[in-house]
């Protein structure tokens, strides 16, 4: 099994940068596939944001492509969300996810989340 926890989330101007951190623990990461997802104030959550399979393919949503970033850090264990040219409507809490078969809208392990606002 895995645990993960979510952390750098904040609230960012219109145009901003965050950076989202996953930490795994219990297991290394290298041999799972990552997914971020988010969950707006009030709505369901919404399909995978992007994702990276443990071979390295990624996977962009539309809604975010050429503004986010996935990457992991297999050393230490950790996959991270770089969020550039952030929008309103980015504000929600982010989760990340692992599964060794794959990424895909039902994930094995999930962290908690953190809450991201983009406000002015």
């Known amino acids: 099994q895995v645990q993960l926890v979510e952390s750098g989330g904040g609230s960012v101007q219109p145009g901003g940068s965050l950076r989202l951190s996953c930490a795994a623990s219990g297991s290394s990461l290298e041999s799972y596939s990552i997914g971020w997802f988010r969950q707006a104030p009030g709505k369901e959550r919404e399909g995978i944001l992007c994702a990276m399979h443990a071979n390295g393919r990624t996977y962009y949503a539309d809604s975010v492509k050429g503004r986010f970033t996935i990457s992991r850090d297999n050393a230490k264990n950790t996959a991270y969300l770089q969020m550039n040219s952030l929008k309103p409507e980015d504000t929600g809490t982010y989760y990340c996810?692992?599964?060794?078969?794959?990424?895909?809208?039902?994930?094995?392990?999930w962290g908690k989340g953190t809450l991201v606002t983009v406000s002015s």
């Open positions: 996810a692992a599964d060794p078969r794959g990424y895909g809208p039902s994930m094995d392990y």
